[in-house]
């Protein structure tokens, strides 16, 4: 690249190429591109914020009405996979009960993705770890 140059980040279907190139499956680049869940809720029941061996940071908010998991979001500071790993993990729990969110591991999350780099792997855990975690601490608050 040209120091100075813009990146015309309108221009997906390059991305889209540079991503599947890196080993990511169409569905973890659209959740990547499109990131449907990204930001913080503000009537957030419960937040919290981890940061994964690599340095990425997730942070997960959750709204629980009558045991429901009813919206979450996750707010990312990381890669591609950082990204569409939380992403997938909220479509994993929105509307389910707080019970079958816990069976949520990066085995489930990995599924849904179908495929990511294999040195992307920790960016999977690392969602899955920020989901028990904002689990736990709900949890913790509300007995």
Do not use: W
Request: glycine share 8%; charged share 25%.
């Amino acid at each position: 690249m040209i120091q100075g140059q813009i990146i015309d980040h309108a221009d997906t279907a390059s991305e889209r190429e540079m991503l599947a190139g890196s080993g990511y499956s169409d569905k973890a680049i659209d959740y990547y591109l499109t990131k449907p869940h990204m930001g913080v809720l503000s009537n957030a029941d419960q937040i919290i914020e981890m940061v994964g061996s690599c340095g990425d940071t997730m942070g997960i908010s959750i709204k629980v009405e009558d045991g429901k998991i009813v919206d979450a979001k996750y707010q990312v500071l990381g890669c591609p996979g950082a990204v569409s790993a939380a992403m997938a993990a909220v479509d994993l729990i929105k509307g389910k009960s707080i019970e079958h969110a816990r069976t949520i591991d990066d085995g489930e999350i990995f599924r849904l993705l179908e495929k990511l780099p294999s040195k992307k792997h920790h960016c999977i855990q690392l969602a899955a770890k920020s989901l028990q975690k904002v689990l736990d601490d709900y949890e913790s608050k509300n007995k």
